[in-house]
């Protein structure tokens, strides 16, 4: 069974920069496009940032430019690098892969909460 693990989220002051991380086991990983995926109060799931398996990358307009999303096919994780954070980016963030075909691969994701 295909296990996706978030960390790195939390309280985070507007303009900081965490960096998430997501562990996959289980996965095919280096051949799949993966992605970070943000699920804001009330709305519904979105990408906001995928990589290819040729590491070409892809960013919502709403984060290009403050966001670098990264892999490590060796150790099988993904990463999200937030900088200039954001109220807006409050969410719980999600990987999986792009697209999201699997709805049992959601992990629980780890929750980014952008304080003044």
């Known amino acids: 069974q295909v296990q996706l693990v978030e960390s790195g989220g939390g309280w985070v002051q507007a303009g900081g920069s965490p960096r998430l991380t997501c562990a996959a086991s289980?996965?095919?990983?280096?051949?799949?496009?993966m992605g970070w995926y943000r699920q804001a109060p009330g709305k519904q799931r979105e990408l906001v940032a995928s990589i290819n398996a040729d590491y070409s990358t892809n960013y919502q307009d709403s984060v290009r430019g403050r966001f670098t999303i990264t892999r490590d096919n060796a150790a099988k994780t993904l990463y999200l690098q937030m900088n200039s954070l954001k109220f807006e980016d409050t969410g719980v963030y999600y990987c999986?892969?792009?697209?999201?075909?699997?709805?049992?691969?959601w992990g629980r994701g780890t929750q980014v909460t952008v304080s003044s």
């Open positions: 999986n892969t792009v697209p999201a075909i699997r709805p049992d691969y």
């Open positions: 289980r996965l095919i990983f280096s051949v799949n496009p």
